[in-house]
């Protein structure tokens, strides 16, 4: 069965970026909807049940024809959501310059991209050209290459043997009550509280 993951910070340890009443809602109210729903669409199988949420949706075809589409909005919500949660962390006081990544994802990202500029820009142009509620990701792709990539709803780059290193979710519930219908100001504060540190690891562990 699946769990809501607890999250690794406290509920307001990423304002002012983003605020404690959004962060209670969208943890304990939308993303443990979505883990419901999931355990719902797959309570009488106990192997999928059982089976790591990354093997499940790399494998929609094992899923009953009525209950997949149940697994792919409710297992990618669960699996984004607790991917987003992990490549957050609180921003440091007074830290000026937002942080940028180093080591072997930085050089990927030059080589992709030219440089962290240019690929902040087109990240957030990915990101503010989601056409209502959906994510934006940097995935490793399965030719191992970096890429940029916007995906509607739910969909998880998981359901195509992607790996995600970095999204934002562009759901109105994860920036309505403080931004309302500003969500470039939220993606522009969002790189306040990225974990550098994370994302590293999570590349390194693809590469």
């Known amino acids: 069965m699946f ?9 307001n340890a990423l304002e002012p970026y983003i605020d404690e009443t959004t962060m209670r809602l969208h943890h304990n109210k939308h993303h443990q909807g979505y883990v419901d729903k999931l355990n719902t669409a797959l309570d009488d199988d106990e192997e999928l049940l059982n089976m790591p949420i990354e093997k499940l949706l790399a494998n929609l075809d094992r899923i009953p024809d009525g209950n997949r589409q149940a697994v792919i909005n409710n297992g990618g919500g ?3 959501h607790s991917f987003f949660w992990q490549i957050m962390h609180p921003a440091k006081a007074n830290s000026g310059d937002i942080a940028k990544p180093s080591g072997i994802l930085i050089d990927a990202i030059d080589e992709t991209f030219g440089n962290f500029e240019t690929f902040k820009n087109k990240f957030n142009e990915k990101a503010l050209g989601v056409f209502g ?4 990701f940097l995935i490793k792709n399965k030719e191992g290459k970096l890429q940029l990539k916007k995906h509607s709803f739910q969909n998880s780059p998981l359901m195509r043997s992607c790996t995600p290193i970095l999204g934002i979710d562009v759901w109105e519930h994860a920036y309505y009550l403080k931004y309302q219908n500003r969500r470039s100001d939220y993606i522009e504060n969002w790189w306040n509280v990225v974990n550098w540190e994370k994302v ?3 590349f390194a562990k693809t590469s």
């Open 3 to 11: 769990i809501l993951p607890d999250l690794p910070y406290d509920y």
């Open 78 to 80: 669960h699996a984004n």
């Open 133 to 136: 509620s959906g994510w934006a």
């Open 200 to 202: 590293s690891q999570i």
